[in-house]
């Protein structure tokens, strides 16, 4: 059974910084493209960054400079350091883990939710 299980939201200060973790399990860690969605109120859920195998890392421009996607293979865990954060950045952040080689199902964790305060 694939688990991906996200933690590290909260409430956080406009300006503030939040480190958010996503832990994976029943996947060849390794071997996954990892990504961190989000989904606004009212919005549809839109990429944030992706990290592949190689170290390759792809941000939205929303996120550009104040976000770092990192992966810890020993650890099974992909990171989101997020830093100036705006209220825009207020949202329910997922996990996402896709093969890029096999194809396959996208998996998603259940999400942690960033609350950025004005």
């Known amino acids: 059974q694939v688990q991906l299980v996200e933690s590290g939201g909260g409430l956080v200060q406009l300006g503030g910084s939040l480190r958010l973790s996503c832990a994976a399990s029943?996947?060849?860690?390794?071997?996954?493209?990892m990504g961190w969605y989000r989904q606004a109120p009212g919005k549809e859920r839109e990429l944030v960054a992706a990290?592949?195998?190689?170290?390759?890392?792809d941000y939205a421009d929303s996120v550009k400079g104040r976000a770092t996607i990192s992966r810890d293979n020993a650890k099974n865990t992909v990171y989101l350091q997020m830093n100036s954060l705006k209220p825009e950045d207020t949202a329910v952040y997922y996990c996402?883990?896709?093969?890029?080689?096999?194809?396959?199902?996208?998996?998603w964790g259940q999400g942690t939710r960033v609350t950025v305060s004005s």
């Open positions: 996402n883990a896709r093969n890029p080689v096999l194809g396959g199902p996208n998996y």
């Open positions: 029943g996947i060849i860690f390794r071997l996954y493209t």
């Open positions: 990290i592949t195998r190689g170290g390759s890392t």
